[in-house]
């Protein structure tokens, strides 16, 4: 019984955590089409952000929202100077994102080396109930992702703003001929998304060693957790591709080593897709 317990209490800390990473992939990746294959770099860069602001004194908080800040506005330059030109070809949007990747990967590395980095955790206590220790930084991570991707969801659902994208999922040329800024709009969502993805890496970076190709482990993991929880489905999506990817880690972790439970988990997300290819919560 208390096995089950503290399984269930790390597979729900991964499943959020995982939810928070996977977010600004969801957005982009959901809402707008594009395979974002620079995600990985984009948690790479809120990382090494957070990294270089708190060696410079900048506390963690700001240091975060700096961090988030930046990769927003580096994401969004892309997309003005790159990716607007090319949102009706998704396959040559895939090459310049897996562009941006590499590109940021080795300017990361020119500056800063492959060394590892460390950020200082900011909580490093533990909430005890019980008999059981719950680390109090993973949970406050977990808690902020419920926040950040409730919210956002509510923006995208029920403000004028997600009203804006949604008619431009469902027909991008009735939209325009309606008054629709398209380009407009693909850059909030694209900035968005960039952002997003700052955040998570800005969050964890003091829970791994921080190193130019830290993003690549979560890229794979994120668009499982968007194709099988559903594209489009910002709030439900996320949060069950997560419990499915991230849980279910968890739990065959406890009887094998990690690439094992990891290699298992990707069978049962491939599973998923073959009988469901729209994802667990697939529009009506």
Known sequence: ???????????????????????????????????????????????????????????????????????????????????????????????????????????????????????????????????????????????LSLVVIGSTAFVFYRTNVGIRVRALIQDRNVAALLGLNIALTYKIVFFAGSFMAGLAGALISPLLSIDPYMGNTFLVRSFFVVLVGGMGQLLSGTLVGAFITGGAETLFALFSSQAVAQTVVFVIAILILRFRPSGIMRPK
């Open 1 to 143: 019984m208390d096995l089950a317990i503290q399984v269930a209490i790390d597979a729900t800390l991964i499943t959020l955590i995982l939810a928070l990473v996977a977010f600004g992939l969801a957005i982009i990746y959901g809402l707008i089409g594009v395979i974002n294959l620079g995600h990985g770099a984009m948690l790479t860069l809120g990382a090494y952000f957070t990294w270089y602001c708190t060696a410079w004194g900048v506390p963690f908080v700001p240091a975060v929202l700096i961090a988030a800040t930046g990769v927003g506005l580096a994401g969004l330059v892309f997309e003005h100077l790159v990716i607007r030109r090319f949102y009706d070809r998704p396959f040559e949007t895939l090459l310049l994102t897996w562009a941006f990747f590499l590109i940021v990967t080795e300017l990361i590395k020119i500056l800063y080396g492959t060394d590892f980095k460390s950020v200082t955790n900011p909580v490093p206590q533990a909430f005890v109930i019980g008999d059981y220790r719950i680390p109090a930084y993973r949970s406050i991570v977990a808690g």
